[in-house]
């Protein structure tokens, strides 16, 4: 998939969010998406370095301790 088509992915989506609302006020959208984008980012990545956290941080771009938070976050260790 390439960049253009994860953008796509992510304006139809929002798309989608806004026309469902039918006329009622959003309520915190940042925190909804990236919760929703970040749990999965996580688990693949980590399932595409075999488990190795310090390879998944790696191709993250982030900080090992880091990463291990945010999978304490989301209950993935």
Known sequence: MSKHNIEQSV?????????DLDGSRPHDVYRMVMSYVEQPLLEIVLKQALGNQSLAAEYLGINRNTLRKKLQEYGLL
């Open 11 to 19: 304006r139809d989506s929002l798309g989608m969010y806004f026309r």
